[in-house]
């Protein structure tokens, strides 16, 4: 699977967007951007998952560059209880064991009051 | 989303004593399911992947012995740390997936504390 960057700390401000970047130069063709969250002493918890294409859903919006070389979270209206650590995760989408997932260091995200 | 779980939620045992975690899938099927552990301030790192009714596929240097995994039926895979010692005490955390999703939903860990 494909390396991911990303920053180790960011803080943003409570009701602002949190614009989490993550660069994966070596990505693959076949391989999806995913993005996981983990609240401290919790289990991850999955966020959003693409391609290509941008995604949307009730938590995040995925934005993925045209080259496919890097991508932003964004959590538009960020509140307290989205202090967590941020995995952003490159992996390919064939079945069985081609499912595991590697974590990196991940952004720890701090939204301020 | 769907719904994975962990009993003992946290364990205390004496060094040389076995432990077993158990991680259910409560509303789906899942025919995959991964172990990780993470050490204080550290990531997660996979232990293991299991597949429902055959043997799991271990990382490297994770010892098979120590660390058994059954992966019994659909909705429930057990991990057992044989003969734990202080060095395995660690947040154990189990995820699950079937082969309809892309996505793994994970249990909310285990915290193991050997003495």
Redesign the interface.
Known sequence: DAKTTQPPSMDCAEGRAANLPCNHSTISGNE?V?W?R?IH??????II?GLKNNETNEMASLIITEDRKSSTLILPHATLRDTAVY?CIVRG?S???N????????TLLTVNP | GAVVSQHPSWVICKSGTSVKIECRSLDFQATTMFWYRQFPKQSLMLMATSNEGSKATYEQGVEKDKFLINHASLTLSTLTVTSAHPEDSSFYICSATDLGRAEQFFGPGTRLTVL
């Open positions: 999806y995913y996981y983990q002493s919790q289990g991850p918890q999955y998952h995995y989408n079945g069985g064991s499912y595991k997932l590697t974590f990196g260091k991940g």
